[in-house]
């Protein structure tokens, strides 16, 4: 089968049209351009894609697009107007400037563009009064830092900020649905007492919380004859707070003596880890962003200690535990994803969308750390690439 070739310009061909419009000179292949959003479509069939216009708003590569039926993404009152001037229904549309103007938010009124990103406390007034009814998706900061262009530099919202800012959003309006993706515990985050699974009003999302429980039995699989285990969480974030007690109460019907060993912040860190390593024969962390944030901290103190550490998810495990019961973040923002579908394109009550979770978890080990500590993992366990 004969692979597709890239469009190419010969040296002779390119000095031709140089000789007759002059340059500099921009040459595009509409061949070229709906070729690779055919072949984008076909290996991501349930993704929808959104063309970014600023990356090139010629009005001929708009009609191609238009025509196959891509979406757009905006990010102005012109590009908005532009594109309902040729007749593409605002539906097609998303907002995502993570700085919106009045225009902006105007035209989307004008065109009803209902969609709309964003990533910091201020938008959250600036769209809840400029476009009632509007649905917001959080951007979440993710690694990318093997791209060409990381855009992590410029946009989105790191782990550590997505809840205080799904909590602002319920704050900030009761009307625009509200979903997020990736928050430990919903009830603990958003205050919510006797939390049923479903949040209602206008908030609905994904967790990365694995089962508890199951933590605590791999921690006793692993370390059946250790006696007290530490509990390392930072004290300002509640989710860690609800799964150190979850974990604790479930390790103590196993038969451990468990302490709490809570840190402020990094500043505490180090001291904390110290204490607890001293104290410990195992350690077990949970899913936390400061923990997350300063694994070499921990691996440095704990390591040489021989104390082994028990991973709430795979990246803190992968800086400083030997085992994890881990979720696959990508399934869950795709999960997320999903949901979005299901309210802006199915119609679907966000009211009574019960928050989903990871369909799958994993056992997970560092090789390295293992090894270093001389720690044998049963054979159902995976190991996490370096």
């Known amino acids: ?68 039926g891509s979406c757009f993404d905006v990010a102005s009152d012109g590009e908005i107007r532009t594109l309902a001037a040729m007749g593409i229904d605002g539906e097609r549309l998303i907002y995502a400037n993570p700085i919106k103007t009045g225009g902006g938010l105007q035209a989307c009124c004008d065109v009803g563009v209902h969609k709309m990103t964003f990533d910091s406390e201020s938008e959250i007034v ?45 704050a900030g309006t009761s009307e625009i649905p509200i979903l997020g993706t990736s928050v430990t515990e919903y009830g603990v985050a958003l205050g919510i ?13 994904t967790s990365d919380l694995a089962p508890l429980d199951e933590q605590a039995d791999m921690l006793h699989e692993l370390f059946p004859d250790a006696k007290n285990v530490g509990l390392l969480y930072c004290s300002a974030e509640p989710n860690s707070q609800y799964q150190v007690d979850t974990v604790k109460d479930a390790l103590e019907k196993l038969g451990y003596t468990c302490e709490y060993y809570a840190f402020s912040d990094s500043n505490d860190l180090s001291s904390v880890v110290t204490t607890a390593a001293n104290d410990s024969d195992v350690i077990y962390v949970p899913t936390d962003n400061t923990v997350a944030s300063n694994t070499e901290i921990i691996n440095n103190i704990c ?31 795709k999960a997320t994803g999903e949901m979005a579908v299901r309210i802006l394109k199915d119609g679907e009550d966000i009211s009574t ?8 978890f994993t056992k997970e080990y560092n090789p390295t750390i293992c090894k270093d500590l001389g720690i044998e993992i049963p054979d159902d366990y995976k190991a996490i690439e370096e």
């Open 1 to 68: 089968m004969k692979k597709d070739i890239f469009f190419q310009l010969s040296q002779n061909a390119a000095e031709r049209l140089a000789e007759r419009f002059g340059t500099p000179l921009l040459v595009l292949s509409l061949e070229q351009i709906e070729k690779n959003y055919r072949f984008l479509k076909k290996h991501l069939p349930r993704v929808q894609l959104y063309y970014a216009i600023k990356a090139n708003p010629h009005q001929r590569i708009l009609e191609l697009l238009r025509d196959l």
């Open 126 to 170: 600036k769209m809840a009064q400029g476009c009632p009814g509007a649905t917001v998706l959080l951007r979440i900061r993710i690694d990318n830092s093997s791209a060409h262009v990381d855009l992590n530099k410029k946009f989105g919202v790191g782990r550590e900020r997505a809840v205080e800012l799904l909590q602002a959003a319920q």
């Open 193 to 205: 007492d006797d939390f049923d699974g479903t949040v209602g009003g206008n908030i609905s999302g």
């Open 303 to 333: 390591l040489p200690a021989k104390v082994p550490v028990i991973a709430g998810e795979e990246g803190i495990c992968q800086g400083c535990g030997v085992a994890t019961l881990s979720i696959s973040y990508y399934d869950l923002g």
């Open 353 to 360: 969308m019960p928050i989903e979770y990871a369909p799958s």
